[in-house]
């Protein structure tokens, strides 16, 4: 595992982080606790040293697994990311219950790195009002948090305004070579490197759009490059060769996957890209830029929704009706993932979701479009 030092807190850090909102899932659509449990150990005996959860993961679920996996004298040996969704927090007595039970889910006394999680401007202005800032301060001088961060989901404008209004020790960005120029992008990663804090990585493969099925015309260009590789490693080794890139957060689903990921970034070093790769990721981003219509990343913030339609999966669908060239096919699977009194054609326009997505997407319209396309 390659380790890139963390500039203003002097830690050694891991290239590679596990990311756990997308836990391996049992038959029954659960998380399986003890494959889940046993691939966290497993990063971490193969190097890994940071161990990313957040409340709202699995819907706590994540915390409590996250909590068992580093007992046995795992947790001595990771920096342990949590996060503050104080966008659930009614007034500042619920923030700092929220706060009291992710310690209780995930039986510790210390969490190592603390974030404000999903800054959008009304999470910030929130954040502001409950004196959120104040509160972690205050914690961190108790010794229960150890370094202070935010993960970023809104305008690069708005990214720049945060990251200059307070002292953080690091921050949390989404960067794959998809969302090059999209919310902080490269030009925050290197905003926020140039001012000293450290840049953690999110979504490196696009909430897996980049490399499960992958429509023809792409398929056909990996297929022509000199190097053969994964589409996962052309991904990784894309966000790996920034140099200001500290940690690379992948949540991974299956053992496979991990030990992928365990390879890659053991070998992916900074500014090892030459330009040939670079074009061919350029190709590949702009065949995608054609056909995807909405870049959903299955985050799954919007949920739930009042009408119980399950919003990402819709997008999904959409999505591939178009990547997918509208092979019929497509139509198939739809009546059994979006079943009847729960469709895209229930959305009542209420909007309730489209204020939590962290990539800005006009739900209502796309369910009507969706609606249009399948029902
Ligand atoms: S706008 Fe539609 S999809 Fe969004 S929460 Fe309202 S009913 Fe659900
Ligand atoms: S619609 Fe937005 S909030 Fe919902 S899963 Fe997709 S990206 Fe996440």
């Not at 404008?157 to 969302?179: G, R, T």
């Not at 139509?331 to 469709?343: C, Q």
Request: hydrophobic residues 35%.
């Amino acid at each position: 595992m390659q380790y890139r030092t963390f500039n203003k807190t002097g830690e050694q850090v891991s290239l590679l982080g596990t990311g756990t909102m997308r836990l391996p899932l049992s038959e029954d659509g659960k998380v399986d606790r003890l494959e889940a449990i046993s691939m966290i150990r497993r990063s971490i005996d193969m190097g890994v040293n940071y161990v990313d959860t957040a409340y709202m993961y699995h819907d706590g679920e994540s915390e409590k697994i996250v909590g068992e996996a580093l007992k046995d004298g795992y947790r001595e040996k990771v920096l342990l990311a949590d996060k503050m969704p104080v966008w659930l927090a009614k007034d500042e007595d619920e923030m700092k219950a929220l706060f009291e039970e992710q310690f209780k889910r995930l039986q510790v006394d210390v969490i190592d790195m603390y974030l404000v999680h999903n800054i959008t401007v009304p999470v910030w202005k929130r954040a502001q009002k409950f004196k959120l800032m104040d509160f972690l301060k205050e914690q961190q001088e108790k010794g229960r948090i150890k370094h202070i961060g935010f993960s970023f989901h809104d305008e690069l404008s708005l990214f720049k305004e945060v990251i200059d209004a307070y002292p953080w020790d690091f921050c949390q960005i989404q960067l794959n070579y998809m969302d090059k120029d999209f919310q902080a992008g490269e030009e925050g990663l290197r905003y926020a490197a140039e001012r000293n804090i450290p840049v953690v990585i999110m979504e490196p493969l696009k909430g897996g759009k980049l490399t499960d099925a992958l429509p023809r015309t792409v398929q056909s260009l990996w297929e022509q490059a000199e190097i053969k590789r994964t589409p996962a490693e052309w991904a990784f080794r894309w966000v790996a060769d920034h140099p200001e890139v500290m940690v690379i957060l992948s949540g991974m689903s299956s053992k496979e996957q991990l030990e992928e990921n365990l390879r890659i970034l053991s070998d992916a070093k900074p500014c090892s890209l030459t330009d040939k790769e670079r074009a061919i990721i350029d190709q590949v981003s702009s065949e995608y830029n054609k056909l995807i219509q909405y870049s959903c990343t299955g985050c799954k913030y919007c949920m739930p929704c009042p009408k119980k339609i399950d919003i990402p999966t819709a997008i999904n669908f959409y999505n591939e009706w178009f990547l997918y060239e509208g092979n019929p096919k497509i139509k198939d699977d739809y009546p059994t993932w979006l079943t009847e009194g729960r469709r895209p054609s229930d959305c009542v326009a209420c909007k309730a979701c489209e204020e939590h997505c962290p990539q800005h997407l006009p739900i209502s319209e796309i369910m009507e479009k969706t609606a249009e396309i399948f029902e």
